[in-house]
């Protein structure tokens, strides 16, 4: 089991970076896939990066392809979200989500395949 938190939140104006981070706890962070969703008032959650256990492999929502990167830490069990070049359709609460696999180079999309997640950091990008 893992538990995840997630920090690194804030206001930004358009155009400004952010870095999220991910914090998971547990000594086999090494085992878990991990994956970056977003939440806006009034619409469902949306995929929005995600990377393999190592890290080699990752994988983009189209919207945030070029400006945002996944990376992780396994030696420190964190997961990190680097956002640039921020919009106001931006604007969400991020979530990390977790999920165990057998396979090293494996990356999910889908919410319902993660079976972690975090509370979320609110994002929000001014115009």
């Known amino acids: 089991q893992v538990q995840l938190v997630e920090s690194g939140g804030g206001l930004v104006q358009a155009g400004g970076s952010l870095r999220l981070s991910c914090a998971a706890s547990?000594?086999?962070?090494?085992?878990?896939?991990m994956g970056w969703f977003r939440q806006a008032p009034g619409k469902a959650r949306e995929f929005v990066a995600a990377?393999?256990?190592?890290?080699?492999?990752?994988y983009y929502a189209d919207s945030v392809k070029g400006r945002f990167t996944i990376s992780r830490d396994n030696a420190k069990n964190m997961v990190y979200l680097q956002m640039n070049s921020l919009k106001p359709e931006d604007t969400a609460v991020y979530y990390c989500a977790a999920r165990a696999t057998s396979y090293s180079s494996s990356y999910y999309y889908s919410d319902y395949e993660y079976n972690y997640w975090g509370q979320g950091t609110q994002v929000t990008v001014s115009s």
């Open positions: 547990g000594r086999t962070f090494s085992v878990y896939a």
């Open positions: 990377g393999s256990r190592s890290g080699r492999s990752t």
